[in-house]
């Protein structure tokens, strides 16, 4: 560090060869490593390139991708993915914003009230072992009364 700032180098140091003695993927490759340094060794600034950067929020849910994801929770049925979907929207917890859903204050202010208040219910763990528990029955492997 020098004075009031801090900078930092990216690149890399080739210790071994290895598979790269055949296999190189290109001459700019060989421009990225950084020298060989020493601990305290004092260094000259060639240039400085300002740059920022930020990280991306994950992608909001369609409806196919919302689906998508409640079946790889084990979160609800085929005939209740449309309805909830519906549901939700009708009571204004999310809206459509082109294809995307998007919370809605309401909805947010909805959601942190329920995880505050019933966090061992709302739970994806849970409801997925609640639905578990409905094929059982369903099924006849088990009755209503669960053995544990």
Request: a negative charge.
């Given at each position: 560090?020098?004075?009031?700032?801090?900078?930092?180098?990216?690149?890399?140091?080739?210790?071994?060869?290895?598979?790269?003695?055949?296999?190189?993927?290109?001459?700019?490759?060989?421009?990225?490593?950084?020298?060989?340094?020493?601990?305290?060794?004092?260094?000259?600034?060639?240039?400085?390139?300002?740059?920022?950067?930020?990280?991306?929020?994950?992608?909001?849910?369609?409806?196919?991708?919302?689906?998508?994801?409640?079946?790889?929770?084990?979160?609800?049925?085929?005939?209740?993915?449309?309805?909830?979907i519906t549901t939700i929207i009708e009571r204004r917890y999310i809206e459509k914003d082109k294809k995307q859903?998007?919370?809605?204050?309401?909805?947010?202010?909805?959601?942190?009230?329920?995880?505050?208040?019933?966090?061992?219910?709302?739970?994806?763990?849970?409801?997925?072992?609640?639905?578990?528990?409905?094929?059982?029955?369903?099924?006849?492997?088990?009755?209503?009364?669960?053995?544990?």
């Open positions: 560090m020098h004075g009031e700032y801090d900078f930092k180098a990216n690149g890399q140091v080739l210790k071994f060869k290895g598979f790269m003695t055949v296999y190189f993927e290109g001459e700019e490759d060989a421009n990225e490593q950084i020298p060989e340094l020493e601990i305290g060794e004092e260094l000259k600034k060639e240039k400085i390139e300002p740059k920022q950067s930020f990280t991306e929020p994950p992608a909001r849910y369609t409806e196919a991708s919302l689906v998508k994801a409640l079946e790889e929770k084990g979160i609800g049925r085929p005939s209740t993915y449309s309805p909830t859903l998007a919370p809605t204050e309401l909805g947010r202010l909805v959601n942190d009230l329920l995880i505050h208040s019933f966090k061992d219910i709302v739970n994806v763990d849970f409801t997925a072992e609640i639905e578990k528990d409905f094929d059982s029955i369903a099924d006849r492997k088990r009755g209503m009364e669960k053995n544990n």
